[in-house]
């Protein structure tokens, strides 16, 4: 098969967009879907999350299949927490087999932190093991040596945190992944532009595509809720005080204001190859942003 | 050190309820250790429930006490067979491995888990248990500058430290530390950061299938042991 | 709910460890240095706790006469006391002065009875005679002491000044035997033992001590104004006054010395000089007097000694040479060497040579004398060389102290009865092992250093006016805080049950003292000579497999708490609150004292030595047994030994979680563990006197409402 749209763009030299939604708590998927038709012409693809922050939620690949039949472009997140190595090759074989090609392999988050607490985290295997064992599918064998009656092909990437406090062992898990067949990165919350450009300096010896991921704040108490229990995420002091000196009910405005000013920069100083927009339920505000940052996907 | 934390007395009175005799076991090892099942602690369960019952106001059990070298050795259990005789149940303070012997040696008698068998681990300090090994029957100590990712790390993850790390510590528990930190922190001490940058392969989850066995006995016509 | 105490429950623990009542303690080193073998470290424990009468009845199962001793006794237990190897000596003396001053010590009664026929006589009533006499008294002889002066007590008599011991507490002792049946013959001197024999005594024991005073061997010395010390001891002690005049010399460095030279300023002379042939380092007399001695103006000229005295206008004018220290002589001290042409002159009044004492036997007593006129005796038996007649105290050993002699006179009473009953003298029994071994520098770092309270002493210029005691006795609180400084030699920790123990390296962890280590094959030793017994790691072991090595009084907390429970099921008594207490300190005695006073029906003691000895175990048994209300009052703070506070409130911890598993109120649990042992406490008992009653009630009413 061809390569996918996303991939496409990956290799061109246009600044990316893309975004992500969140499935719903339920099998009530009208909301989903009006995100998807509000957002698919805005933005180079849209990923739909695997049980966020461990939050039991309609599945991803159910969430890709609605974007596809929509008409947009869909990245798969893939996280290792729930599934043995038999569920996840067969659960890409589904995907491939749905015209869902785009893959982003993820470790995902603990148990601990979700609304599930005494599941059994399965994590038969980790992101690192998960790209190797989709370009072993790609290349006509499962992970045990069997040939495979059809072989699928996919467009993967991973995460990455260059905020991170400690950041050396981040770097060394980036080149594994990146040696393990990583084509694209889309980053953890970037709220400091200095050092995503201390990364980006480490990062261009890659032939990989990076993109920032903007989180949407829509107050300071949201912001410091998160710093204190969404896995990965740290934000700044000087972001939370901007964010306290709106009055209430005006916050989301900022918060849309900071992602915008983020993007603007990104994009003009070309900091990194686009932008990954996580609007954590207030998707409906995505166009705004990309509309203050003057940013139009491409071909649209 | 096998160690387990004493079930909570309310759970314990509820499984001891249909029976009237009730010998408490103790195990003189890994629970005496661990301060959890030793004859200290058996004696103050003991009085625990002799107060609970009182305090019920219609007392229906006796109880019992002893404590044996070790409950997972078929000949200490021997000395129980006399005591077997005149209870109608026996409540082991022992690990599970212990209270399962128990059963398997004297099948007519019921045996209740007193304590919640939890980990492998060692003391921090006195009183404060950390666990340290998963027998996961592969180990891979070698490579992780001897701190184990299977156990310290809580997805057990072998390429490196997830997003989620801060400060040094697990995104699940913040005053557990991040193990690949450490990991990675004690071999650059060691000069051995290579280690890390290795790809390692998925785990081989069934090194030893379970239930495991382990047969240390020299086999004449194989001449081999440890199989 | 549940206030009918239960006490009629039979239990099945077949795992308690009956062999509590062993005593594997080694004998402390005090003991060990006492020629009686006085039980130092038990007496001392009693005083701590405050149990006055009891010290003194285990003094006094070693020692006849306890109240000469705790006057004047030279305490070698305080020269081997290892308290010392961390900051000073336990006060030994003064507390055994304590005890029997105020352990009723006058109510003291012997009685004894004759059960043989064999007459005993005793030549010379010293503490040597006087030990003999009683000994065999108690065990049924019929004793003679003969005295050939009028009074009793020989070197206390008419050696020891009355300011350092008065005479009613050496008339109190002598009448002790009185009492009980000893004859007494005063004013009769014996010259001759065939005499004895042949009036009916079956065994005779010298004890004529060493009262003849040595010459000095110079010319003049039989100068009127030169008297012997001793003799002039002796006369004072006897009621003569001589008349000394202005200036006095007394030569010598002993015990007599300075004895003769405070008497001499008491007696009202101007100056007083002690002249000794050596340096003050090798003065034999007790430092304590020298210091004394020097306070109350006496003058000591070191390094020197009398060639010659001359009586001149009335006066004693004497030649005098310095001295060096050359080579040590028999005595290990350095021999004093004149020093060339250094001869001076002085003029005193009187001179008093006090330069040693040596028995002096009669020839008609055909017994075997040996080196310094002593008489020679078979050590083990105590036999000369006459059938029959034994010999002790200094007419044996020369000038020694009182608490040998009382030693020598107990040997005595005890080969004499063998010799009467036609017993095999066999060689005294092995006693128990001693202790050996200094304190670590990690453990003495751990121990709290408290300094020793001295007794009070008057003012030199206060004592020099007559012969009044000297020194003054501790008071209550004094008492307990001195002798709560006692490490408890020997009684520590010991793992009794080696095959339960799992080398859980509790006890390690738990001792503040750092005492319990790994040997080179992995098990745990508590070394015997740096544990202090505080009973800690007795507590937390898991597996239960560690005692002490002697159980204090043969009472543990189980025993006690068993006997309070018994005694409140007895009573009927509600409601029920059982209150572990410590004993020591003034905890004991005083804070609780008050409580028992004033608190309220059914607050039952149960007395421990030391809190941390308290099990979680203890407390939750007192409330399985139907108390309402448990609390644990020690200490705190003022704790003897470490960290003890913080256990108890562990454990009542650990207690209080359980109440609220099996649905009590946690509060029915308390620790009253403070910094100072003061009437607050009191006063926080009361509260939860009220507090529990009031639960009581509240279920009552509750029982009341449901039916």
């Not at chain 1, 739909?48 to 039949?69: A, N, W, Y």
């Not at chain 3, 009629?8 to 005593?23: A, F, I």
């Not at chain 3, 006085?38 to 006849?64: C, F, H, K, T």
């Not at chain 3, 380092?281 to 003058?299: I, N, S, T, Y």
């Amino acid at each position: 098969m061809a390569n996918s749209l996303f991939e496409e763009k990956l290799s061109s030299k246009e600044f990316l967009v893309t975004t992500e939604i969140g499935p719903p708590k339920g099998a009530d998927t009208s909301e989903t879907v009006h995100h998807i038709d509000l957002l698919k012409d805005k933005v180079d693809a849209i990923n739909i999350t695997d049980h966020q922050s461990s939050v039991m939620r309609f599945p991803s690949l159910g969430g890709c299949l609605l974007v596809k039949e929509h008409g947009g472009e869909p990245i798969f997140q893939m996280t290792c927490r729930d599934r043995n190595r038999l569920a996840l090759q067969a659960d890409l074989l589904l995907a491939y087999s749905r015209g869902i090609t785009n893959v982003l392999c993820l470790t995902g988050d603990c148990v601990d932190v979700g609304d599930h607490k005494e599941a059994k985290p399965v994590f038969d295997l980790d992101s690192v093991q998960l790209l190797k064992m989709i370009r072993t599918m790609e290349s006509g064998k499962d992970m045990s040596g069997n040939d495979l009656k059809g072989a699928p092909k996919f467009c993967v990437g991973a995460s990455i945190h260059p905020e991170a406090d400690f950041i050396e062992p981040q770097l060394i898990k980036f080149e594994k992944k990146v040696a393990a067949g990583a084509q694209f990165f889309q980053t953890q919350g970037i709220f400091d532009l200095a050092s995503l450009r201390r990364f980006m300096q480490y990062a261009s010896q890659f032939n990989v595509k990076i993109l920032a991921g903007i989180i949407v704040l829509a107050s300071a108490r949201m912001a410091k809720f998160m710093n204190e229990n969404v896995p990965g995420i740290i934000i700044s002091k000087a972001i939370i005080d901007e964010l306290a000196t709106v009055e209430k009910g005006k916050g989301l405005q900022k918060g849309i204001e900071i992602a915008s000013r983020f993007i603007k920069t990104i994009k003009e100083e070309s900091l990194c190859h686009g932008v990954h927009i996580m609007a954590v339920g207030n998707e409906k505000v995505v166009p705004e942003i990309l509309e203050a940052a003057q940013v139009v996907a491409l071909g649209h | 050190m096998i160690v387990a934390q004493q079930k909570p007395l309310e759970e314990t009175r509820r499984m001891i309820a249909p029976y009237p005799r009730v010998l408490i076991l103790g195990c003189g090892t890994c629970m005496t250790v661990c301060d959890t099942g030793g004859e200290r602690e058996v004696s103050y369960l003991h009085n625990a429930l002799r107060v609970a019952q009182a305090k019920g106001g219609n007392g229906t059990h006796t109880f019992s006490e002893y404590t044996l070298k070790r409950q997972c050795d078929a000949e200490f259990l021997e000395l129980l067979a006399d005591k077997i005789k005149d209870i109608d149940v026996v409540l082991s303070l022992g690990c599970g491995i212990g209270v399962q012997a128990i059963a398997e040696r004297f099948p007519d008698i019921p045996v209740l888990p007193g304590v919640n068998t939890s980990f492998m681990g060692m003391a921090k300090e006195r009183g404060v248990w950390d666990e340290r090994c998963a027998a996961c029957g592969d180990c891979r100590l070698e490579e992780t500058a001897g701190i184990c990712p299977i156990t310290r790390c809580t997805k057990g993850i072998l390429n490196g430290p997830c997003a989620g790390t801060k400060n040094g510590k697990c995104e699940a528990n913040k005053d557990m530390d991040c193990a690949w930190v450490l990991i990675y922190k004690r071999l650059e001490r060691l000069q051995q950061l290579e280690k890390m940058r290795r790809y390692y392969p998925p785990r081989n989850f069934r090194a030893i299938p379970r239930p495991k066995r382990i047969v240390s006995k020299a086999n004449l016509n194989t001449g081999g042991s440890n199989g | 709910m549940y206030s009918r105490v239960n006490y009629d429950t039979q239990e099945y623990r077949p795992n308690q460890t009956e062999k509590y009542s062993l005593d594997h303690s080694l004998m402390p080193p005090c003991q060990a240095a006492c020629p009686l073998l006085m039980e130092i470290r038990e007496y001392i424990d009693l005083i701590a706790q405050g149990r006055n009468m009891e010290a003194l009845q285990v003094i006094r199962s070693g020692n006849p006469f306890p109240s000469i001793c705790a006057y004047v006794c030279t305490h070698p237990c305080e020269d081997s006391c290892r308290r010392g190897q961390v900051d000073k000596p336990v006060a030994i003396r003064a507390l055994k002065r304590f005890a029997v001053e105020f352990g009723g010590d006058r109510m003291v009664q012997a009685e004894a009875e004759t059960t043989h026929q064999e007459k005993v006589a005793i030549i010379g009533s010293g503490p040597a005679g006087l030990a003999c006499a009683y000994y065999l008294r108690k065990l049924g002889y019929p004793v003679t002491i003969f005295e050939a002066h009028s009074e009793l007590g020989g070197m206390l008599r008419v050696g020891i000044p009355q300011y350092r011991l008065p005479r009613q507490v050496l008339d109190t002792e002598v009448q002790r035997l009185t009492h009980m049946g000893v004859e007494i013959r005063t004013n009769t001197r014996v010259v001759s033992l065939d005499l004895l024999f042949d009036l009916g005594y079956k065994a005779i024991f010298i004890t004529t001590g060493a009262h003849q005073s040595l010459r000095m061997g110079i010319e003049g010395e039989e100068s009127p104004g030169v008297i012997d010390g001793a003799t002039f001891l002796r006369e004072i002690n006897l009621g003569l006054k001589p008349s000394l005049g202005d200036k006095v010399a007394v030569v010598g460095g002993g015990n007599v010395a300075i004895d003769a030279a405070r008497t001499a300023l008491r007696l009202g002379a101007c100056e007083v000089h002690i002249l000794y042939r050596r340096s003050r380092a090798e003065m034999p007399a007790d430092p304590v007097e020298v210091e004394q001695a020097l306070e109350e103006g006496v003058r000591i000229q070191f390094l020197v000694t009398p060639t010659r005295i001359k009586r001149q206008d009335g006066q004693l004018n004497m030649t005098c040479i310095r001295m060096e220290l050359g080579e040590p002589d028999d005595s290990g001290r350095r021999r004093p060497v004149p020093i060339q042409d250094s001869n001076f002159n002085n003029v005193f009044d009187t001179l008093i040579a006090a330069i040693g004492q040596a028995p002096q036997t009669p020839s008609d007593f055909h017994i075997r004398i040996g080196k310094g006129s002593t008489i020679q005796v078979d050590p083990a038996t105590l036999t000369t060389n006459r059938a029959g007649v034994f010999a002790g105290g200094d007419a044996v050993t020369g000038p020694a102290t009182v608490t040998e002699a009382l030693a020598a006179g107990r040997l005595a009473a005890s080969r004499i009865d063998d010799y009467l009953q036609h017993r095999y003298p066999l060689p005294p029994k092995e006693g128990r092992k001693s202790l050996a071994g200094d304190l670590l520098p990690r453990t003495i770092e751990m121990i709290r250093k408290i300094s020793r309270l001295e007794p009070q002493i008057l003012s030199p210029e206060a004592r020099a006016k007559d012969f009044g005691l000297v020194e003054s006795v501790y008071d209550w609180q004094a008492a307990v805080n001195e002798s709560r400084r006692c490490l408890r030699c020997g009684m520590g920790a010991e793992i009794l049950f080696q095959d339960k123990c799992a080398t859980c390296l509790t006890c390690l962890r738990v001792c503040p003292y750092h005492v319990p280590h790994l040997d080179t094959s992995g098990a745990i030793q508590i070394p015997v000579d740096q544990c202090q017994a505080c009973g800690v790691c007795v507590a937390e072991c898991p597996a239960k497999a560690i005692v002490l090595r002697k159980p204090y009084d043969r009472r543990q907390v189980t025993e006690e708490l068993n006997h309070t429970l018994k005694s409140a099921a007895e009573s009927k008594l509600k409601p029920l609150i059982i209150g572990f207490c410590c004993q020591y300190g003034l905890f004991g005695t005083g804070a609780l004292a008050s409580l028992w006073r004033k608190t309220g029906a059914g607050v039952w003691v149960v007395p421990v030595l030391c809190v941390a000895k308290v099990e979680s175990d203890h407390m939750l048994r007192a409330f399985e047994m139907g108390a309402e209300g448990v609390f644990v009052a020690g200490c705190g703070e003022q704790c003897a030994r470490e960290n003890t506070a913080d256990w108890v409130r562990q454990r009542v911890g650990k207690v209080r979680k359980t109440l609220r598993e099996i649905g009590l109120e946690p509060e029915r649990m308390q620790a009253f563990v403070s910094e100072t042992a003061n009437a607050d406490v009191a006063q926080q008992m009361d509260k939860f006197s009220d507090r529990i009653g009031n639960l009581y009630l509240a279920s009552i009413i509750m029982q009341e409402v449901k039916r």
